[in-house]
Nanobody, 114 residues
Framework: QVQLVESGGCLVQPGGSLGLSCAAS????????MGWYRQAPGKQREFVAQ???????NYGASVKGRFTISKDSTNNTVYLQMNSLSPEDTAVYFC????????WGQGTQVTVSS
């Protein structure tokens, strides 16, 4: 059974950095595409980043150049390093795993505010 548990969300000041983690169980990184989405209040869920089974990253336009996705197969964890944060990055961040269907984590809140 696939289980995704996000952590690391908190309050951070504009211009700051934050790292999120997604601990995955029931997932093989050699076949699953792993990723992150986010959803701000009153808005649709937005693609943030993904990393393929071969380790190739892809980013949404609004985060490209500021966010970095990575994965560690030894501990089955996906990371999202976020730099140069702005209030527009405030959202619940969800980890996802794709293999024939999409699995979601519960999300972690990131708030960017002074």
């Amino acid at each position: 059974q696939v289980q995704l548990v996000e952590s690391g969300g908190c309050l951070v000041q504009p211009g700051g950095s934050l790292g999120l983690s997604c601990a995955a169980s029931g997932v093989s990184f050699s076949v699953f595409i792993m990723g992150w989405y986010r959803q701000a209040p009153g808005k649709q869920r937005e693609f943030v980043a993904q990393i393929t089974s071969d380790g190739l990253p892809n980013y949404g336009a609004s985060v490209k150049g500021r966010f970095t996705i990575s994965k560690d197969s030894t501990n089955n964890t996906v990371y999202l390093q976020m730099n140069s944060l702005s209030p527009e990055d405030t959202a619940v961040y969800f980890c996802n795993a794709d293999y024939y269907r999409r699995y979601w984590g519960q999300g972690t809140q990131v708030t960017v505010s002074s």
